[in-house]
């Protein structure tokens, strides 16, 4: 009897594993175990108040670790001496014709890869998405550039064209 009741304890615990490591992979590394036992809960596993140990050994049996969020930061250097462009646009948005003005900004993207900088470029006149690049570095090269280049190849500037970016630059 208590090598049935050992056996039934090891399936379960392989069961839960798998769940485990899905829910631990699905939060993108972020959940720690008493997060994972919450989520089992909510997948219909019996997980009795002992078990979040259980749970807690099972993550670091197969190297489980939460990965720590990142407190924000602040990745645009305001405090230099390059010079920063006048406000020509003065928070009026509106425009008469398309590629007039384009407006540009860069943010993060949390992948399963890591975090990744997406930098955008919108026409203003039709609200379109005109360039963008996705990079792991904020280096110019592989950011606003990128973008750019595709903005400029895939439209036709036959007049004057107003490039704003968050920096005023």
């Given at each position: 009897?208590?090598?049935?009741?050992?056996?039934?304890?090891?399936?379960?615990?392989?069961?839960?594993?798998?769940?485990?490591?899905?829910?631990?992979?699905?939060?993108?590394?972020?959940?720690?175990?008493?997060?994972?036992?919450?989520?089992?809960?909510?997948k219909g596993h019996r997980v009795p108040r002992p078990r979040v140990a259980r749970v807690a050994r099972i993550m670091k049996a197969n190297n489980l670790f939460a990965r720590r969020k990142l407190k924000f930061r602040f990745t645009t250097d305001s405090n230099h001496k390059y010079p920063v462009a006048p406000k020509i646009l003065n928070q009026d948005f509106t425009v008469a014709r398309e590629n007039q003005v384009w407006v540009s900004n860069i943010t993060y993207v949390r992948t399963e890869q890591g975090w990744m900088y997406l930098t955008v470029i919108i026409d203003l006149f039709h609200r379109k998405v005109v360039g963008w690049s996705m990079s792991e570095s904020l280096s110019t090269g592989d950011t606003i550039i990128l973008a750019w280049n595709m903005a400029v190849r895939l439209n036709?500037?036959?007049?004057?064209?107003?490039?704003?970016?968050?920096r005023e630059s």
């Open positions: 009897m208590a090598a049935q009741e050992a056996i039934k304890r090891w399936l379960e615990n392989e069961i839960i594993t798998v769940s485990v490591r899905d829910i631990f992979k699905d939060s993108f590394e972020s959940y720690s175990a008493p997060k994972v036992k919450v989520e089992l809960l909510k036709t500037i036959t007049k004057e064209l107003i490039f704003h970016s968050d």
